[in-house]
Nanobody, 115 residues
Framework: QVQLVESGGGLVQPGGSLRLSCAAS????????MGWYRQAPGKQRESVAL???????NYADSVKGRFTISRDNAKNTVVLQMNSLKPEDTAVYYC?????????WGQGTQVTVSS
């Protein structure tokens, strides 16, 4: 099993920035892809940014050029740097880790972009 703990969410004005962090523990040797998903009210959970074990990344079209995902394998962490935030980025953000035995999710952290 893999445990994921997110931090860094909060309230920010449009155009601002936030940095989300996720720390993994447990059976981290089995983790392959990590990343961030988000779920806004009334919408399905969607992929935001993913990064595999060798650093290849994928971003949702809606966040390309604004968000950056990074991974520190030595520290077992994944970070999402979010810049130029928009109100439509408001959602609960969930850390994700795909392992050989299944999918793992963090508890979620709220990001609210509002004036």
């Amino acid at each position: 099993q893999v445990q994921l703990v997110e931090s860094g969410g909060g309230l920010v004005q449009p155009g601002g920035s936030l940095r989300l962090s996720c720390a993994a523990s447990g059976s981290i040797f089995s983790v392959k892809t990590m990343g961030w998903y988000r779920q806004a009210p009334g919408k399905q959970r969607e992929s935001v940014a993913l990064i595999n074990g060798v650093g290849s990344t994928n971003y949702a079209d809606s966040v390309k050029g604004r968000f950056t995902i990074s991974r520190d394998n030595a520290k077992n962490t994944v970070v999402l740097q979010m810049n130029s935030l928009k109100p439509e980025d408001t959602a609960v953000y969930y850390c994700y880790a795909g392992s050989y035995s299944g999918n793992n999710w963090g508890q979620g952290t709220q990001v609210t972009v509002s004036s």
